[in-house]
Structures are given as C-alpha cells and as structure tokens.
T-cell receptor
Framework: QKEVEQNSGPLSVPEGAIASLNCTYSDRGSQSFFWYRQYSGKSPELIMSIYSNGDKEDGRFTAQLNKASQYVSLLIRDSQPSDSATYLCAVSGLWGEGGATNKLIFGTGTLLAVQP | DGGITQSPKYLFRKEGQNVTLSCEQNLNHDAMYWYRQDPGQGLRLIYYSQIVNDFQKGDIAEGYSVSREKKESFPLTVTSAQKNPTAFYLC??????????????FGPGTRLTVL
C-alpha cells in the first residue's frame, strides 16, 4: 500500500515568517513529487513539482526532496495571510498497467494559517 | 482561455438515480483523471484514461463508470450502485508529451450531494 503522510495541522505562523510543511512517502519507487495548494471549497492548484534530490526554488516557495529519507518539504518565505490554505503533498511513480499510469497518491493535507 | 471545465458546480441526486458529471479540457492533454475528495481524506483515484477510447479503473471504481470518446471529454457517471456518493469530484488532465509530463492540473470540481 503506497502512502503519503502529512501532519494535518493547523500550522499557525505569523505574517512574514517562514512556513515549513513536511511530507513523507512509503514507496521507494516514487519518482515525481508535487505540492498543491487548496483554498477552502476550491480545487487543488499545482504550485511546485520536484523530481531530483535537493532544493528547487520558485519565488517565495522552495521544495526540498530527500529520496534516501523519503521526505519532501515545502518552505514558504515571507508568509502572507493569502497563503492560508490546505497544502497537499502528492507523489507519482511508474505504477500500474505497463508502468504508464503516473498515478498520483495524495496526502490528507496540512492546513496552514498565517496570522496577520 | 485554455483550461479544464467541470459542470455542474453543484449537483443534488436522489437515492437510486444515476448522474453524469462533465469534464472538458482544451489543453490538448492526452491523459485525464477522476478523483473524489472526502473531508479529512486525501484525493482518491476513481478512473483514468491515457488515450481516447481507453480507460482503466483506479482505486475506488466501484459504482462509477466513464467513457472517453473524444480527447477533450471524460464524463463520469455516478451510478445507484455507489453507496456513498456525496463528495467533491475533481477532474484532472496531464500532457504526456511535455517535459513536465507528470504534472496534473485540476478543474474547478463538482460537489455532489445525495438527498
């Protein structure tokens, strides 16, 4: 059973601080890693993807991947109240029929609350 | 505007009825997916399709059916056999030819409630 684990939170940070969101996954065959942001009542929005070990930066967001530890994280610098949302970690691999599925396995999400 | 559209936004179903949720995309993506989201749970895969006229069951396909007659369209039917259909249904698509070929993008979703 492939699993993705996240702390449900809420994670509360003051405005301007760094928010650190963490995710672990069970399958060592996982190849692609994603962070989605989901506002209440809305659909998930892809904000970061990472495929190799190390850091990937995009604006205020940094994704970190450590395949040896099976760990993915998302850092949000200079957190804003508009960043308050649920952050979903998702993992993909060559699973399924013919290895071509690219199925996403999702964690249950971490609720981030940025306090003004 | 390029994107994924889902309709209706809200849907109410009586017990014993079949209902069909629409998903259309004009992104020229090959692969399309249906997920459901329940409170406190992660998204779970219902069905997926990699190419036209072909689709496979996901993890929770029982009580659902799909078709893929056109590249742009991937409708989901929730049948009366689905015991607990109340959920938020999300359609996603993926461009298999892209360098970012694993990235899936979601439509706005359909919230289904059984009365």
């Amino acid at each position: 059973q492939k699993e993705v684990e996240q702390n449900s939170g809420p994670l509360s940070v003051p405005e301007g601080a760094i928010a650190s969101l963490n995710c672990t996954y069970s399958d060592r065959g996982s190849q692609s890693f994603f962070w989605y942001r989901q506002y209440s009542g809305k659909s998930p929005e892809l904000i970061m993807s990472i495929y190799s070990n190390g850091d990937k930066e995009d604006g205020r967001f940094t994704a970190q991947l450590n395949k040896a530890s099976q760990y993915v994280s998302l850092l949000i610098r200079d957190s804003q109240p508009s960043d308050s949302a649920t952050y979903l970690c998702a993992v993909s691999g060559l699973w399924g029929e013919g290895g071509a599925t690219n199925k996403l396995i999702f964690g249950t999400g971490t609720l981030l609350a940025v306090q003004p | 505007d390029g994107g994924i559209t889902q309709s209706p936004k809200y849907l109410f179903r009586k017990e014993g009825q079949n209902v069909t949720l629409s998903c259309e995309q004009n992104l020229n993506h090959d692969a399309m997916y249906w997920y459901r989201q329940d409170p406190g749970q992660g998204l779970r895969l219902i069905y997926y399709s990699q190419i036209v006229n072909d689709f496979q069951k996901g993890d929770i396909a029982e009580g659902y059916s799909v078709s893929r007659e056109k590249k742009e369209s991937f409708p989901l039917t929730v049948t009366s056999a689905q015991k607990n259909p109340t959920a938020f249904y999300l359609c996603a698509s993926r461009n298999r030819a892209s360098s970012s070929y694993n990235e899936q993008f979601f439509g706005p979703g359909t919230r289904l409630t059984v009365l």
